[in-house]
């Protein structure tokens, strides 16, 4: 039996979480997919991955070109790109850039145990979630220490507790 390393398992759990959120998403998420023809593959792919409505697409092209710049310094990038390539298009069956946003999505998730999908979910979940306009969409105000820590910004400014009187 083959041994199970928690950061795969880690990794493939949270990939795999993401693509069922994503099977599941709605319309108007969907929606957000439809204009990937614009998109350059890795920004298309980034969509897939991390689709939210209320993003613009700048913000997956800046962090497509993140992800890019980063990988670029890595020895096996450009085999990793041609094997990827070729995944996609042959999980999908025609080339992945005519898919629909459901066809891109199951090739997608048909090859997320390659090296290529770890690689490239790892370096855009990171870009992707550090990028200021995501965190607008998902609640985060940023960094603290600039305003003096959460002691004074952020700590008490729950309102999903009762008031209480000391």
Known sequence: MAKIVRRDFMLTGIALAGLAALAGCSGEEQA???GLEDFDALAALI???FP???INASV???VSELV?????????WARLQQEGRAALDAAAGAPWESLDAE???NA???ISKTQFFKTIYQAAL?????HPAVWALVGYPGASAEEGGYLYRGFDDIDWLPETTP
């Open 32 to 34: 957000t997919q439809e």
């Open 60 to 62: 997956y092209e800046e």
């Open 52 to 54: 939210h409505k209320n």
């Open 103 to 105: 066809a891109r999505v």
């Open 47 to 49: 969509v897939v991955l």
């Open 126 to 130: 990171f870009e992707f979630y550090s």
């Open 68 to 76: 890019r710049a980063q990988l670029s310094a890595r020895e096996d």
């Open 108 to 110: 997608a998730e048909a």
